[in-house]
């Protein structure tokens, strides 16, 4: 299946440090997102990335896309308590983009 | 304003039942979708409503039945209820059924004894 695939599992840093996460897949893409989930919440979008871009800002968010190696990474810079969540990425199916694949997310843990 | 409502936020019955949960948004938008997250935390895609024609159906048991009644609301409605339905519901929407940001609902917690 498409399903993304996110690494670590779970990641905790103290604050100020920067948080890198990783999401693989197996078959080719219009576009990745990635979605922030507090706990007990529905899901956020973060931030869209399309198959011809290799790299996309908001914030103190930086996402990377490698098609050719089909992974995505996104970077939390200067983290704060308030960036405690699981974090997913999704991808679409290429031809078929009207559905979204998840994967199990990581959980971040941001340390006061 | 709340964007993407689902009601109700838990939900405990015994199995067999039957229950359903509603979604409704306000933001205008031509396509809705299910997704079911398991305790794992791992998020699956059920059903895809765009102007209420069903365009996703993933491999679901058809004691799952999708309604919906306008393109604002996409209800659940779970026959039989089994241990194994246990998990959030999360309800979203998006602007169109292509590739596209998806909006979530607060997601209804589903325990079945």
């Known amino acids: 299946s498409q399903q993304g695939e996110e690494d670590p599992q779970a990641l905790s840093i103290q604050e100020g440090e920067n948080a890198t996460m990783n999401c693989s897949y197996k078959?080719?893409?219009?576009?990745l997102q990635w979605y922030r989930q507090n706990s007990g919440r529905g899901l956020v979008h973060l931030i869209l990335i399309r198959s011809n871009e290799r790299e996309k800002h908001s914030g103190r968010l930086r996402v990377t896309l490698d098609t050719s190696k089909k992974s995505s990474s996104l970077l939390i810079t200067a983290s704060r308590a308030a960036d405690t969540a699981s974090y997913f990425c999704?991808?679409?199916?290429?031809?078929?983009?009207?559905?979204?694949?998840f994967g199990t997310g990581t959980s971040l843990t941001v340390i006061p | 304003d709340t964007a993407v409502s689902q009601t109700p936020k838990y939900l405990v019955t015994q199995m067999g039942n039957d229950k359903s949960i509603k979604c409704e948004q306000n933001l205008g938008h031509d396509t809705m979708y299910w997704y079911k997250q398991d305790s794992k935390k791992f998020l699956k895609i059920m059903f895809s409503y765009n102007n209420k024609e069903l365009i996703i159906n993933e491999t679901v048991p058809n004691r799952f039945s999708p309604k919906s009644p306008d393109k604002a609301h996409l209800n659940l409605h779970i026959n039989s209820l089994e241990l194994g339905d246990s998990a959030v519901y999360f309800c979203?929407?998006?602007?169109?059924?292509?590739?596209?940001?998806?909006?979530f609902g607060p997601g209804t917690r589903l325990t079945v004894l």
């Open positions: 979203a929407s998006s602007w169109t059924s292509d590739s596209d940001t998806q909006y």
């Open positions: 999704a991808t679409d199916a290429g031809n078929t983009g009207n559905q979204f694949y």
């Open positions: 078959t080719s893409i219009n576009n």
